[in-house]
């Protein structure tokens, strides 16, 4: 049974600080691209980060220059540090990941939100 959990959400102030985490257990092959999502009130889910197997990395605009994605394959984890954050960033955030099973079946899986609040 493929898992993510995620960690690292909380409150914070406007321009502060947040390192939220996702870790991948269970038995599967491999990792392929993983992702962080978001969704604030009455807004649709949208993609915050994403970064590629071999370490590529994309993110949305509002948000360039203010956090970044990095990941730990040995750990099977992906991060998303966020700086500068500002009220509009609050949100349900979400990570995501591809994931190669042993019967070579590709899946994509998410983990269960963290709330990041940004007060003003």
């Known amino acids: 049974q493929v898992q993510l959990v995620e960690s690292g959400g909380g409150l914070v102030q406007a321009g502060g600080s947040l390192r939220l985490s996702c870790a991948a257990s269970?038995?599967?092959?491999?990792?392929?691209?993983m992702g962080w999502y978001r969704q604030a009130p009455g807004k649709q889910r949208e993609l915050v980060a994403a970064i590629t197997s071999g370490g590529s990395t994309n993110y949305a605009d509002s948000v360039k220059g203010r956090f970044a994605i990095s990941r730990d394959n040995a750990k099977k984890t992906v991060y998303l540090q966020m700086n500068s954050l500002k009220p509009e960033d609050t949100a349900v955030y979400y990570c995501?990941?591809?994931?190669?099973?042993?019967?070579?079946?590709?899946?994509?899986?998410w983990g269960q939100g963290t709330q990041v609040t940004v007060s003003s």
């Open positions: 995501n990941a591809a994931i190669t099973l042993f019967t070579r079946w590709s899946e994509v899986y």
């Open positions: 269970g038995s599967f092959f491999s990792i392929n691209d």
